[in-house]
């Protein structure tokens, strides 16, 4: 779907209209282009007193090979030459240099007195910042601190980076990533999506890392030799969310009802997946996906389940039929359950398999005329929470969020509500429907076994929700 406006705003004229009038400006966003480096552009590196994640970060942005500056910072410089990352020298004075990743280890934060460290890091170069850069603050989680004082400090690295990712502009992102004591090696799954331009609708998020199994992958091919499930696959995010899969490596199983059949053989065919019509409430749905997964599959199981299919019945309360109410719930929530149920109960799910759910920020906050819509996707953010304690043998849960994205469903919406949804985030625009992907193959990844139980959101940091 276009967005005029962001044509517009783009424009000679556009531009000059737009500045003397202060409306706002969505630039164009930068996503993921596999002939371009990850990270395009060099890289700033700093740390608190401290800190004792220079190592991991350092290591991940060696195997990027990543252009690192840094200040006169002998433990950084250390910790990276420790795993051949050579630390080029910043002086702080330098006005002139342009960052496109400003990464801080803010680890050895013990109290609040110490979170200067923040704006002495950030202050000085915060007009430094390419257009679409990345911002990335990285803590130990807040639960798991050895006392209330580095819990309560760590805990205000969330204020700090929302705050930041609303203010530096320019289509950049912020983000918080919590590393657990023992769990340093599972950071580069999250640190590479973050400082990348396949994280370009997703701001002012908070990740935890926890321990967890990780494998070792050809970050070209991240799923070669995996199978992956995506309902809903036929148009939209969902047709997305396939062809991303298949992108990087995965043989990626098409489901929908029956009544989509013809657009699955097409999305199937393009990117050579298999086609599964079913209806996922169907009693015996959970079933038939564990038989034809076993039987079809190149990997006879399951590596990924991503439950995407979903509707929208949007009546005020007081004008919902019960019809509306239930058929969302069972589809959107409920359904997901029996299937997950179904699939661990069977054995259908792999080793280390990824289960991703996509929830929505109508979860989250709330909107007008659906009740039934945001009970269901709280209820999917609800799921991820409770399941993910309970799974074994590495498998992991988690969801995503989106906002505002621009799919046949958005493009159905009255235009000033449409508008309003677009510019109602820092990004000042809607997503794609493979913004939604990124962050789904992200949380597939093998690399990605330290994520359990995380919700992101997907949104631009809309201005709506927490």
């Known amino acids: 779907m276009s967005d005029r406006y962001q ?6 004229l556009g531009k000059l209209v737009i500045k003397n009038l202060g409306l706002p400006m969505p630039l164009e966003l930068e996503r993921f282009d596999p002939n371009k480096p990850l990270i395009n552009g ?6 608190a007193p401290g800190s004792t994640l220079g190592g991991p970060i350092s290591d991940v942005l060696n195997t990027v090979h990543a252009d690192t500056y840094a200040g006169n910072h002998a433990a950084l410089q250390q910790a990276a030459a420790k795993v051949g990352l050579n630390l080029r020298p910043y002086n702080s004075g330098d006005k002139e240099s342009r ?12 109290n609040s007195e110490q979170l200067v460290e923040l704006f002495n890091f950030y202050s000085p170069v915060a007009r430094q910042l390419l257009p679409n850069g990345r911002v990335i603050v990285i803590g130990r989680t807040p639960e798991l601190c050895s006392n209330p004082k580095m819990a309560t400090a760590q805990r205000a690295l969330e204020g700090f980076v929302k705050s930041v990712g609303k203010e530096f502009k320019k289509a950049s992102t912020a983000q918080l990533i919590y590393v657990a004591e ?3 090696a599972n950071l580069e799954s999250t640190l590479r999506f973050f400082a ?6 997703v701001s002012g998020q908070v990740v935890r890392v926890s321990a967890g199994a990780t494998q070792k992958i050809d970050w070209n091919a991240p799923l070669a030799g995996k199978t992956a499930l995506v309902t809903g696959a036929s148009r939209g995010i969902g047709e997305a969310i396939a062809r991303t899969l298949a992108r990087d490596g995965a043989q990626v199983i098409c489901l929908d009802v029956p009544a989509q059949e013809a657009d699955l053989q097409r999305v199937a065919g393009e990117i050579g997946g298999l086609v599964l019509p079913l209806d996922i409430t169907a009693s015996d749905a959970g079933q038939k996906i564990a038989e034809f997964a076993n039987a079809e599959s190149q990997s006879k199981g399951l590596d990924v389940v991503v439950h995407n299919a979903g509707i929208t019945r949007d009546k005020t309360l007081a004008n919902m039929k019960d019809q509306q109410w239930n058929l969302v719930m069972n589809i959107n929530l409920s359904s997901e359950e029996r299937i997950n149920d179904t ?3 069977e054995g259908a799910l792999n080793a280390n398999a990824r289960i991703v759910c996509v929830s929505s920020i109508s979860g989250i906050a709330g909107n007008l005329g659906q009740t039934n819509y945001a009970t269901s996707k709280a209820g999917v953010i609800g799921m991820v929470h409770s399941v993910a304690p309970t799974l074994a043998n590495g498998v992991t849960i988690n969801a995503v969020a989106p906002g505002f994205i621009e799919t046949q469903m958005t493009a159905a919406i009255p235009l000033g509500i449409r508008e309003a949804g677009r510019r109602m985030n820092s990004m000042s625009q809607g997503g794609q429907p493979v913004d939604v992907a990124e962050a789904i193959a992200w949380f597939a990844s093998p690399a990605s076994g330290g994520l359990n139980g995380n919700v992101v959101r997907v ?6 929700g927490a």
């Open 42 to 47: 060099a890289v700033l590196l700093g740390a």
């Open 343 to 345: 699939l661990l109960a």
């Open 196 to 201: 990348s331009a396949k994280s370009a609708y």
């Open 7 to 12: 044509e517009f705003a783009n424009s000679a």
């Open 459 to 464: 949104c631009g940091q809309s201005l709506l």
């Open 99 to 110: 960052f496109k990743v400003m990464i801080f280890d803010a680890s050895g934060i013990q």
């Open 182 to 184: 023992g769990a340093e």
